[in-house]
């Protein structure tokens, strides 16, 4: 039991390296890069602290680079789900009893561990099994992870100290319990922070996870369970399985001791898991929290006072960095007619430096997408668009697979504003602008409040502070995360919480208080120093005579 209140180290986002050419860091990062080339990794589940394989080794190959062999790793099935479970539930007194400063060091240690010894590792698997340029990687997989852990820390802690009055004669205090039962975790590709996430801040709240990561990022993956174990987590805390979605569904979501799901992945994907939970929900010992993050649609609007080179830079690195494949990445753009001309010349000018390739040359900006289902459809789009009357790609358009999954940097122009590319989530490196008249701009905000069922990020672009007003207030519930002359991307940690709401999640603000509170319940506990020895109220006594 702790024997102090003690203060935890002050939180403060990981400082970003620059890789900049002939630093250090490009010199470890590339060094780190060829040693992961020349290897062929086995990478097992980890399940109870034990490492578990199986006779079924599934290759696994960067996006960028298909015919080369990063190594394996071993495909479960439901009974590995089942093992997880009961590993999880049998670590869970000790790690819900473990005092909270212990916790708390593990995830701190872990925090240290990816910002220094394991920084090149991790943002080196991260580069090759998720195909991300160099400072893609280092403010994901290094930075924002360490962020989430230090930055939960500090949110655990005040947590803790959210207690209520006590009035004279007795003490009121809050007991912040881990759930009943396990988490399942589940989580993307797309950003290693958010894999590592998932699963930690369940844990931090001292409770036991299964987490299933994403099948095209389980190098990274591998990668963090080596950091947890390093750092002290107990076996059993965490386990790691390598099964596909419908299988781990399959047990989980019919398992009485299921507590919550942390998710991060599409929309339709969460709104099944929603339904089967509530299918099901007669079957568990508690109400599972359902937390989660899902799609975007996510837009720039300007008015006629946006400055356009801003503009320009902002279309260009909120929809092509990491090839688009960001949940906030902008996807639409709306912009008067009266500034069209010169935007269109600028980020023209701009797209025409951008080169596209592997991510071990480090001055290629743009990278492969995930995998061929991803480009495949992608394609689909981008040929349509070349097709449609009512639309026309102006830069870009060209997609190979040859060698890697590699779709060019593409800008389509919509002539209606409901057209597909408009409307539809496509993750990928493909923008859509709509060019509005500048006297319709009221009723081209409308036009954008409607057309999508995501409300994640979006930003405004405009020098005229009435207007920034009227916009922010018009798009109130357009964006759980909106940005004033900024692009709709990049939330840091401690800085931006981040989640939206309508069709993309359940806006609990993944590193902030508000997600941490899902994983506790409370208890509140009220103690009488004195008791009453007389059941009598004073109205109860008769008036004087």
């Given amino acids: 039991m702790p024997k102090g209140i003690f203060n935890v180290p002050i939180a403060k986002n990981e400082p970003v390296k620059t890789y900049a050419p002939g630093t250090p860091e490009r010199i470890g990062l590339q060094a780190k890069l060829a040693e992961l080339r020349s290897m ?11 490492e578990v394989t199986t006779d079924r080794r599934v290759r696994l190959a960067p996006p960028h680079e298909i015919n ?3 190594g394996y790793y071993y495909q479960g099935d439901a009974s590995h789900v089942q093992v997880a479970i009961d590993a999880a539930l049998e670590a869970k007194s000790n790690w819900a009893n473990m005092s909270w400063q212990h916790r708390a060091a593990i995830f701190l240690k872990a925090a240290d561990l990816l910002a220094g010894p394991y920084r090149d590792k991790i943002n080196a698997a991260t580069m090759l099994g998720q195909s991300k340029n160099a400072f893609q990687a280092e403010i994901d997989a290094a930075c924002e992870l360490a962020d989430f852990f230090r930055f939960g820390v ?10 209520p009055e006590s009035a004279p004669g007795l003490w009121n205090y809050n007991e912040y319990r881990p759930l009943e039962g396990f988490i399942f975790a589940l989580t993307p590709f797309n950003f290693t922070s958010i894999a590592g996430n998932l699963p930690a801040a369940p844990a931090m ?24 174990q390093e750092a002290g987590l107990p076996d059993g805390v965490i386990n790691l399985v390598y099964v596909s979605g419908p299988v781990a569904a399959d047990v989980v979501f019919q398992h009485p001791e299921f507590a ?13 898991i929603w339904k089967t939970i509530g299918e099901n929900i007669h079957q568990y010992k508690s109400y599972p929290r359902i937390v989660g993050e899902t799609g975007g649609k996510d837009f720039i609007f300007a008015d006629p006072t946006a400055d356009p080179q801003s503009l320009a830079i902002a279309m260009l690195r909120g929809a092509f960095e990491y090839q688009g494949q960001k949940c906030s990445a902008a996807s639409r753009v709306y912009v008067p007619e009266s500034i069209w001309d010169d935007v269109r010349e600028r980020l023209g000018r701009e797209l025409a430096a951008v080169k596209m390739g592997p991510p071990e040359d480090f001055t290629n900006f743009v990278n492969a997408v995930i995998d061929e289902p991803s480009f495949d459809k992608l394609a689909g789009y981008i040929e349509r668009a070349k097709n449609d009357a009512d639309a026309e790609v102006i830069f870009g358009g060209k997609c190979d697979k040859t060698i890697g999954y590699f779709i060019e940097p593409t800008v389509i122009q ?20 709509y060019v509005y008249d500048d006297e319709k701009m009221d009723e081209t905000l409308t036009v954008l409040d409607h057309t999508s069922m995501y409300a994640l990020t979006g930003a405004v672009f405009s020098q005229n502070r009435y207007n920034i007003e009227k916009i922010t207030r018009r798009l109130e519930n357009s964006a759980g ?24 999640g359940t806006n609990d603000k993944a590193g902030s208080v508000f997600n941490m509170l899902r994983w506790v319940s409370v208890r509140t506990v009220k103690e009488t120093f004195v008791s009453p020895t007389n059941y009598m109220y004073p109205n109860f006594l008769p008036d004087q005579q």
């Fill in 414 to 433: 919509a002539k209606t504003p409901d057209y597909i590319t408009m409307t539809e989530e496509l993750f990928g490196p493909v923008l859509t602008v």
């Fill in 481 to 504: 995360n909106f940005y004033i002359n900024d692009k709709p991307t990049g939330a840091v940690v401690g800085q931006q919480p981040f989640g939206g709401a309508r069709g993309s």
């Fill in 68 to 70: 080369h062999t990063l």
């Fill in 205 to 228: 709240m001292g409770n036991v996870v299964v987490w299933k990561p994403s099948k095209t990022a389980i190098y990274s993956a591998a990668v963090i369970m080596e950091i947890f």
């Fill in 260 to 272: 919550g799901i942390h998710f991060t992945g599409s929309t339709a994907v969460f709104q099944g």
């Fill in 154 to 163: 500090k949110c655990m802690v005040e947590i803790y100290r959210m207690q």
């Fill in 40 to 50: 062929e990794v086995e990478l097992p589940m980890i399940i109870g602290g034990r």
